[in-house]
């Protein structure tokens, strides 16, 4: 890989320790996909936040970066509570304050403590075009397929390392060429509510590449599908004919085709239960999701026995306070800096209704708690909450 | 027997071989306070063989816990280099090499890892 001058320097440690190892891992992960040179990047967005996954290692690590700082705006993923509601979430004292010793040795290096998975809306906003280095696969798919910036799926530690030097390896989906449909994915029907989600997890896991779709939805549709897909499986960029920025030139003669029939995300839907918990928010709400809930909510009378829980980023919270509070009054919580999968909410409920089909993917997992849960639309799922 | 690979951190170590036949799921597979990896045993100061790793990225700060609690091996010989193993090896400070057949090592075996190349009995 070629490297400028600048870049051999800091390779050779004249910036010290910290950052020597930043760029060797870009100038190895260069090496490994056979990049030619580093590009700037305008952004990172950081996973490897919350203290139940990084543990005290991951800690140590951070506080070892002491000194170093990045050099292009960067925000960090969800953790795993709201410190407003620490006892609804068992989140106890060793906890909490580990949690904020992470968030304090990222704040140290200059990163935006946001702590959400939709930095998109107000956070850390790309443009068409701009090469980004993001980690937190339903914020990657969305920014690539949604707004139509570049970036590879990054790690914890390759976004870290790319918000610290201000480049990536230029490889993947930072090249033209690589951002061509390789699949069709022939939809047999006309998709609504919470077939959006479950075409996701159908699609990621039946194809690794990039699909292109002929269907109709608005972005929260297309959201939710993107974070089913990159978490059923490693997808990064899809195309919606009409929708994603790219779309036109995407397809050539040499694409696959699958299809997907209603019999096919069958599965993904999860049996009628009685649930304990309503999760809305994974990926996090937009300001128009938290309308649109609080306008359905406002006057209604909660049932008893049901939870409702509402994830969103604080910036979008701070922007929307007359839906939380009509949210609120109503007997929801409306939580941020967490989200359903990463705090405790799967251990603590069995039986859970959720918009997500990313939620529904990990907390069905033993790890997460192993819950019973549903796939259903979010008026569904606000139905049942209500007298 | 000389085998050349790619140097993802240098360094010059030797150990007995501990080898997993299928992908290592970081996340998971490794017990980073005992050590160990699941299916293959004991890692500490003996060099892991592995075809390559798999999961969740924040597996390389995993890979940091076996230097943090003192269990690292020696040295790591992988297959194929991803970015959670390439990470990992350089924040631990792990000696690791990539692009290594790794049919030709046998557990047990005393193999030295002399930056990009592997050294292995004839």
Known sequence: MYLTREEEKVLDGDLGAGYEKMMLILVKMGDIFGAERLIPVKSAQISGVSYRTIGDAGLHFLKSLRGVRVSVPATLNPLAFDDDYLKELHVDEEMYKKQMEIIKAYMDMGIKPTMTCTPYYYDNVPDFGEHIAWAESSAVIYANSIIGARTNREGSVSALASAVIGKTPEYGYHIKENRKATHIVDVKFEPEGEDFPLIGLFVGSALDGVPYLRIRGDCTDFKLMGAAMAASGSIALYHVEGITPEYRGALSDDVERITVGRDDIEEFKGAPVDVELVAIGCPHVSREELRKIAEFLDGKKKKRGVELWIFAAKSVMDRSEEYVNVIRKFGGKVMKDTCVVVSNAGKIYSYIGTNSGKAAFYLRKEKFGGANVVVRDMYTLLRSVIE | ?122
């Open chain 2, 1 to 122: 027997m000389i085998i050349q690979g790619k140097v993802i951190y240098p360094g010059v170590v030797e150990g007995e071989a501990v080898k997993c036949e299928k992908p290592v799921v970081i996340l998971g597979d490794v017990d980073a306070k005992k050590g160990t990896v699941e299916g293959c045993g004991k890692v500490k100061d003996k060099i892991l063989v592995f075809p390559r790793g798999a999961g969740s990225t924040v597996g390389s700060y995993t890979i940091y816990a076996l230097r943090y609690y003192n269990t690292a091996p020696a040295g790591i010989i992988v297959e194929n280099a991803e970015p959670i193993v390439v990470a990992g090896s350089i924040i631990a400070e792990i000696p690791t090499v990539d692009s290594i057949d790794i049919s030709l090592i046998k557990p047990g075996m005393l193999v030295k890892i002399e930056k990009d190349r592997v050294i292995i009995p004839d």
